[in-house]
């Protein structure tokens, strides 16, 4: 079945610094890329859909200089934190779903992120 | 009305018994409908796709209601290993073409 990996799976960094996140779609190809996040006992939160090729498209509340988004190719989409604080800690999950199964084909996630900036 | 609601529980229920619980969607042109678990810390899986006609995985069986605009998930002989966040997830396919997420349900199998 279609697999999407992520990576890497945790990170601590210091405040201030920038955190790149890498999203793939291991046996399919993936115009669109979906980019959550999941705060603690809260629901997932959709920040932004990648397209391969042209720019993301963000949620409104999500800033898209500090949370850059890249999907260079049909296989990979990367999230990079930049300036991170440590209320960007969060659990970050990406998304995708195989177009082989149609318009109506479930999304597969990536095994998450979880970040926490110190 | 929020486009896609759940009880978000906690629903504690004893390991054997059958718990069921429903998602109410407000955008009626909805056209894919899907269940997902989430175990705790960890990603969103898929438990099962939900089809008009309904649909049965084991001990697990989806039902998709138009008329009333929900759905439901039923869950019969109940293991511990259930104990999970349920969510539920509907593909809008308007203009947006958004997956809208529930923000879950929260199932504990007590033993």
């Known amino acids: 079945g279609a697999v999407v990996s992520q990576h890497p799976s945790w990170v601590i960094c210091k405040s201030g610094t920038s955190v790149k996140i890498e999203c793939r779609s291991l046996?399919?190809?993936?115009?669109?890329m979906f980019w959550y996040r999941q705060f603690p006992k809260q629901s997932l939160m959709l920040m932004a859909t990648s397209n391969e090729g042209s720019k993301a498209t963000y949620e409104q509340g999500v800033e898209k200089d500090k949370f850059l988004i890249n999907h260079a190719s049909l296989t990979l989409s990367t999230l990079t934190v930049t300036s991170a604080h440590p209320e960007d800690s969060s659990f970050y999950i990406c998304?995708?779903?195989?177009?082989?199964?149609?318009?109506?084909?479930?999304?597969?996630f990536g095994n998450g992120t979880r970040l926490t900036v110190t | 009305r929020k486009e896609v609601e759940q009880d978000p529980g906690p629903f504690n229920v004893p390991e054997g018994a059958t718990v069921a619980f429903n998602c109410t969607y407000s955008?009626?042109?909805?056209?894919?409908f899907f269940w997902y678990r989430q175990d705790c810390r960890k990603e969103p899986k898929l438990l099962m796709s939900?089809?008009?006609s309904g649909n049965e995985d084991g001990r697990f069986t989806a039902q998709l209601n138009r008329a009333s605009q929900y759905i439901s998930l039923l869950i019969r002989d109940s293991k511990l290993s259930d104990s999970a966040t349920y969510l539920c997830?509907?593909?809008?396919?308007?203009?947006?073409?958004?997956?809208?997420f529930g923000k879950g349900t929260r199932l504990h199998i007590l033993p």
């Open positions: 046996d399919f190809q993936a115009t669109t």
């Open positions: 998304s995708a779903s195989d177009p082989r199964t149609g318009n109506n084909s479930p999304l597969h």
């Open positions: 997830v509907v593909n809008s396919m308007n203009r947006d073409d958004k997956i809208i």
């Open positions: 955008n009626s042109a909805s056209q894919s």
């Open positions: 939900v089809y008009s």
